[in-house]
């Protein structure tokens, strides 16, 4: 039986080559009003892993999902016109999004996973403005189904994965059996652009609306964020002329 | 006399076409197609720009992975293999590319408004299939060829000759400043068929390239857009079938001239990516560059040409827009694509030349891509019509709305 659809997981992200990141001035977290997003590199992808397996014809159907407020639709709509079918947009905002974290991100794609019975779960390994690398586990652990994460290169082998990740030592393969979770990693593909034409017949596919409520959710956060500071102002150095003048100048601030 | 509508959508239009209050956020789709634009100039155009420029070097790849995208044959329907999107989205699309590289805009704008737009316009289906088609993916561009050695502006005075033998056509005569010619498959050429009608007794045909009776000229040596090809093309005994003929026969002045008129919004929008890029390196140039003290963006010598460059860009945006919403309405754009080919050209040499003068010294050596601007926006105020032709077009539709 040959897997039906696959859910890709997106995150819309800070930009990461905006100007300033700059941290809101009562250190609760960083300014996002007016910062350019879009959406994470990682989650593109994952778009385009989908997309060529669909192509290869192993899966029928990719579904792009995202959670947040109305904004993360432009993600799905970029997704859809990357060649995805369908959308879901489960909306979060205001308190919810700023408190919403990967543990209540897991358990949305879990539910939403199991609901419409997919095969596959593929998400960007990581978010590039919280580098949580979180969310693809915990989906994997809720729904209690193997995940291949950091994937490099994914094979469908009939009803099941092989999966080369990128590991410290180098590369692991292993093979796990669908339904899976993948996460992909930067060497895994790279994204096509946006075709114009694709573009035009992604104004064309659905977006489904849901809020959490609707799949069981509850997005009280566990984690209390108690305070983000800049990291430190980076300290003018000491220049010296000699090896011996740099080893008496360790040794005499206590460094050796 | 305005008349003002409101449509479904939410959006107003005065005398049929959309206000300009829309114009502050573009539809959904223009604003992603405008992106997979501006991503693909920023990663692939932008850091091959200065090479294409210094070997002369035709984006071929590049050509054919815009191609891909849909971008060379934009307003053609998706039943010939183009995009099927209007004119706005041409002229959006065109923009970004121009602003990563100058000269691929160039071929971008070229393939679309100059070849296959008169084409789409006046071609019979067949011509369509045949002479569209294959030229949608960027395997193949086309060429436009008007202007002669003895007439550019004077563009009535066609000295290529077109005379019947048989059941062919027999092209003689030469064309000059033909820009792709060194690497188009094919080319839109205008002969005359009956002398004593003047004007009138121009016609349209389609010739393949390379074919017998038609060579090339030496590639000119440009001062800008140096990644495109400009040549003469020479005829001699050139021959084609009857089929060739593009629009009845004597149409062929009114073609060119209609053909003008888009293509005008192309080369409007090439030069506003241009005049952008220069702006982006001057604005960015003023963070860094520190001078008495501070980043240079804090002279009011340099704001002040900062300014004036955002002005003469946006300025010249808003009429290109307008006139590519007025053709997509299908009303009356002629003196509007006038105003927008003058203003954004205007705006191009005018942020060329002030973003030299904001980097200095830097901004006069190749390291830096502002020379690249300079240089690359002057054709603008000159090909598809010069700024003084464009005057005399807007002055003699505004002379028409006074005519009591």
Redesign the interface.
Known sequence: MSPASVFVCLSLTLLSDYPVIRVKPDNSGVVTDGVKHSMNPFCEIAVEEAVKLKEKKFIKEVVAVSCGPTQVT?TI??AL?MGCDRGIHVEVSGKDYEAMGPLQIAKIFAALAKKEEASLVILGKQAIDDDCNQTGQMTAALLDWPQGTFASEVTIDGEKVKVVREIDGGLETIKISMPAVLTADLRLNTPR?????N??K??KKKIANMKPADLGVDMVSRVEVLRVDEPPTRLAGVKVETVDDLVAKLKANGTI | PFTEEWLPSGHSTINGCRSLSSLAELP??HQ??R??CR??ADRELGPIAGKLDKEHLFPAQQVR?LG????MA?EVP?ALGG???DYL?YSL?VEEISRGCGSTGCVVSVNNSLYIGPILKFGTQKQKEQWITPFTTGEKVGCFALSEPGNGSDAGAASTLARQEGEEWVLNGTKAWITNSWDASATVIFATTDKSLKHKGISAFLVPMPHPGLSLGKKEDKLGIRATSTANLILEDCRIPLGNMLGSRGSGFKIAMQTLDSGRIGIASQALGIAQAALDCAADYAHKRTAFGAPIGKLQAVQFKLADMAVAVESARLLTWKAAMLKDAKKPFTKEAAMAKLAASEAATFCGHQSIQVLGGMGYVTDMPAERHYRDARITEIYEGTSEIQRLVIAGQLLKEYAS
């Open positions: 432009e709509r970029t016109a652009y946006a075709t114009l034409p573009i035009m992604a104004k | 959904e789709m992603m197609m992106q997979t991503d693909y992975e891909a995208m849909g971008v934009i998706e995009a099927g999107m989205a699309a």
